[in-house]
């Protein structure tokens, strides 16, 4: 088993930036909507949010469903909505769930726009601020509420650098944020999920490590998925460096000499990992 996992810290200086730039405008909107992995729905919440937004309504939306266990992500929603807040699942590749998080959000800020006009203001759009950490789907999202490419989408942490307002329709307008994580981070396996996802950087840790441990995961959470993806037949290791080396060789990871190129190999299995070839997977334990 791997126990050579690196300390993951990673909080660059424009994520401060960005800590400020919501503080300063979060005094403008009805709602916050805090966007989550649903592989990840526990780890990919940033705690410093709930200091922040503990006096504004919030919704949790879930992004990338139909990377994640659809059984589990049902019982993480129940959760949500039974002891956090409003929660709703999203595919933005898909459009599933669009039309049910739109008239989530405008239910969710209708008391707060009428009590507005009540006291003599214009009648307005609802207005939501939408936060997470990096690469968790926020600005795809956007994209497929708004029906057009208004935000940067990029498969790299960070990448959302200002602020923008979004118009949805006549009744709702976002404003997108760039992805924050937090200073410390208390919990490695938190961590270790956080660069799995790649909402931590793959240039500030040694790769090789995180994908060992990733490859025991699997091998443990979905055995099959991991046979069918890398054609395994012998009977699967619970040592990630076996697997690593193994799955190196199968899909051609020599360098000269046959000498295993572990580089390649293991960013060719967090890849796949990502783009969901390996399957259907919730890392996050829901007791």
């Given at each position: 088993?791997?126990?050579?996992?690196?300390?993951?810290?990673?909080?660059?200086?424009?994520?401060?930036?960005?800590?400020?730039?919501?503080?300063?405008?979060?005094?403008?909107?009805?709602?916050?909507?805090?966007?989550?992995?649903?592989?990840?729905?526990?780890?990919?919440?940033?705690?410093?949010?709930?200091?922040?937004?503990?006096?504004?309504?919030r919704?949790?939306?879930?992004?990338?469903?139909?990377?994640?266990?659809?059984?589990?992500?049902?019982?993480?929603?129940?959760?949500?909505r039974?002891?956090?807040?409003?929660?709703?699942?999203?595919?933005?590749?898909?459009?599933?769930?669009?039309?049910?998080?739109?008239?989530?959000?405008?239910?969710?800020?209708?008391?707060?726009?009428?009590?507005?006009?009540?006291?003599?203001?214009?009648?307005?759009?609802?207005?939501?601020?939408?936060?997470?950490?990096?690469n968790?789907?926020?600005?795809?999202?956007?994209?497929?509420?708004?029906?057009?490419?208004?935000?940067?989408?990029?498969?790299?942490?960070?990448?959302?650098?200002?602020?923008?307002?979004?118009?949805?329709?006549?009744?709702?307008?976002?404003?997108?944020?760039?992805?924050?994580?937090?200073?410390?981070?208390?919990?490695?396996?938190?961590?270790?999920?956080?660069?799995?996802?790649?909402?931590?950087?793959?240039?500030?840790?040694?790769?090789?490590?995180?994908?060992?441990?990733?490859?025991?995961?699997l091998?443990e959470?979905?055995?099959?998925g991991?046979?069918?993806?890398?054609?395994?037949?012998?009977?699967?290791?619970?040592?990630?460096?076996?697997?690593?080396?193994?799955?190196?060789?199968?899909?051609?990871?020599?360098?000269?000499?046959?000498?295993?190129?572990?580089?390649?190999?293991?960013?060719?299995?967090?890849?796949?990992?990502?783009?969901?070839?390996?399957?259907?997977?919730?890392?996050?334990?829901?007791?």
């Amino acid at each position: 088993m791997t126990d050579d996992l690196p300390n993951l810290q990673w909080f660059p200086g424009h994520m401060k930036k960005t800590e400020r730039l919501i503080q300063e405008n979060l005094k403008l909107v009805d709602l916050v909507i805090e966007i989550v992995d649903a592989r990840i729905p526990y780890s990919s919440r940033n705690p410093m949010f709930n200091e922040m937004f503990a006096e504004k309504t919030r919704l949790t939306v879930f992004t990338k469903p139909d990377l994640a266990n659809p059984k589990e992500t049902e019982r993480w929603l129940e959760y949500f909505r039974a002891d956090i807040n409003p929660a709703v699942a999203v595919d933005a590749a898909h459009g599933t769930g669009i039309k049910n998080l739109i008239a989530l959000a405008k239910n969710l800020t209708q008391e707060k726009t009428h009590k507005l006009v009540k006291h003599g203001a214009k009648p307005r759009a609802a207005r939501a601020m939408v936060v997470g950490i990096p690469n968790v789907g926020k600005s795809s999202l956007i994209n497929k509420l708004a029906g057009v490419n208004h935000t940067k989408t990029e498969n790299r942490p960070g990448v959302t650098r200002a602020k923008q307002w979004i118009k949805i329709d006549d009744g709702l307008q976002l404003l997108d944020t760039p992805g924050i994580l937090y200073p410390k981070f208390e919990d490695q396996e938190v961590a270790v999920k956080l660069a799995w996802t790649y909402a931590i950087s793959d240039e500030i840790y040694d790769i090789e490590p995180i994908v060992c441990k990733l490859l025991e995961t699997l091998a443990e959470k979905n055995p099959a998925g991991l046979r069918e993806r890398f054609k395994l037949t012998e009977p699967l290791s619970n040592d990630g460096h076996e697997l690593l080396s193994v799955i190196g060789k199968k899909r051609g990871c020599i360098r000269s000499g046959g000498v295993l190129d572990v580089d390649r190999a293991a960013k060719m299995i967090l890849t796949e990992f990502r783009e969901g070839k390996i399957g259907r997977i919730t890392l996050d334990e829901l007791n």
